[in-house]
C-alpha cells in the first residue's frame, strides 16, 4: 500500500534535501573548525552531506540509525552499511533526538498521515463522490498542516495566510532541522575523537548554516515588527538579493 500524499509531503519536506533547505549555497555545507585540524586529514568526508541526510531520514523513519566508521588506507570511511570484509574501527547507533520530537509525537505523527488516505474513485458509486473526495482531501490536508506545523512549510494552496506567517512556519522548520542536523554531527564527532584519539574538543567537522541563535533572532525580529517580510526573505534565501 502507497504512503499517503500528506505522509509523503512530511517527509520530503523535513528530512529529504535537509542539508539544502538549511543552507542553501550546496558547495559550502561542510568546515572544520580548527585550521590544522587532525579530523579534517584523517576523515573521508566527500561524501559525508548524502550521508547525513540518509541519516536525518532513517531517524526520522525508524527512530535510530546504526553508523559504521571503517579504516581504509588511513582514513575514516563513514557508512550506513556493514561490509564483511573491511574493517570496522567502531559500530555505533544514532537515536532521534528527542528534543526535537519524542518518541510518541514521532510515531503519532507518522502513524496519522499514513492513515490520511480517501476513497478510489473506482470504488464509488455514489454519484456526489467528486465533491466528497475533494471535500475529504481539503479536511485532511488542514489536519497534517495543523499536526505538522512545527516541522513543515506552509502548503499555501491548503488554507489562506499572510506572507510573515508563510515565513514563520519557514522559520520555525529549520529551527527543528537544525536541532536535528546538530545532532547528528554531534554524535558523529564523538565517536571520530574516539577513534582518532583526538583530545581537542574543537576539532570537529561541522554544518556551515545559520545557527539556532540566529535564527531564533530571526523569529523575534519577524514576530516583533523589527524587520519586513522583505528583509527576513533575503536573510533566509540570500541567493534571493
Not at 2 to 9: A, K, R
Amino acid at each position: 500500500m502507497e504512503n499517503s500524499w500528506e505522509y509523503t509531503l512530511f517527509i520530503k519536506n523535513f528530512v529529504e534535501n535537509i542539508l539544502l533547505s538549511l543552507n542553501c549555497d550546496y558547495n559550502k555545507y561542510i568546515s572544520f573548525n580548527k585550521k590544522d585540524s587532525i579530523l579534517e586529514k584523517k576523515l573521508d568526508y566527500s561524501n559525508i552531506d548524502n550521508i547525513i541526510s540518509r541519516i536525518a531520514y532513517n531517524l526520522l523513519i525508524n527512530g535510530k540509525q546504526v553508523i559504521y566508521l571503517y579504516d581504509k588506507n588511513t582514513r575514516i570511511v563513514v557508512s550506513l552499511k556493514f561490509y564483511e570484509n573491511e574493517k570496522i574501527d567502531r559500530k555505533f547507533t544514532i537515536r532521534f533526538p528527542k528534543k526535537v520530537m519524542t518518541t510518541f509525537t514521532r510515531k503519532r505523527i507518522l502513524n496519522s498521515l499514513k492513515k490520511m488516505t480517501y476513497p478510489q474513485g473506482d470504488n464509488v458509486v455514489d454519484k456526489n463522490y467528486p465533491r466528497d473526495s475533494f471535500f475529504l482531501m481539503n479536511l485532511m490536508g488542514k489536519a497534517s498542516l495543523k499536526l505538522t506545523k512545527k516541522y513543515v512549510s506552509v502548503n499555501t494552496n491548503l488554507e489562506k495566510c499572510t506572507d510573515q506567517y508563510i515565513l514563520f512556519r519557514e522559520i520555525r522548520k529549520r529551527k527543528y532541522q537544525k536541532m536535528l542536523v546538530s545532532h547528528i554531527f554531534d554524535e558523529l564527532n564523538k565517536q571520530f575523537h574516539k577513534v582518532l584519539k583526538i583530545d581537542d574538543e574543537d576539532d570537529n567537522i561541522i554544518f556551515v548554516s545559520q545557527s539556532l541563535e540566529e535564527l531564533n533572532k530571526i523569529e523575534e525580529d519577524l514576530l516583533n515588527d523589527n524587520k519586513t517580510v522583505g528583509e527576513v526573505l533575503k536573510i533566509l534565501y540570500p541567493s534571493s538579493k
